[in-house]
């Protein structure tokens, strides 16, 4: 998961342990590595969120990266739904990610 899209879903309050988990593989898989980034990719979907957020926090320090403006997280989320709008197969499939 993208790190603007990431910030998007924290803002709107839709935000899940799996998405921080998913976010550090990302970035690890792109060699962007941290002890907390690092720590966070070791976490299951089905931990406590507040502790893996303790760890986002952190990770965000060593990587000395600012919040973005809620404008450029919802662009990237904008473009990520419209990417996933142009691959899907199906109606259903498209009303499901427009809701």
Known sequence: METNILFYKI???TVSTEDYVNWSHILLEKDVSSPSINIISSFSFDD???EVELYFKRALDELVLKEPTFGICARAYIDLLANRIIKANNHKEIFNLVI
């Open 11 to 13: 803002k709107k309050g």
């Open 48 to 50: 406590n969120i507040f």
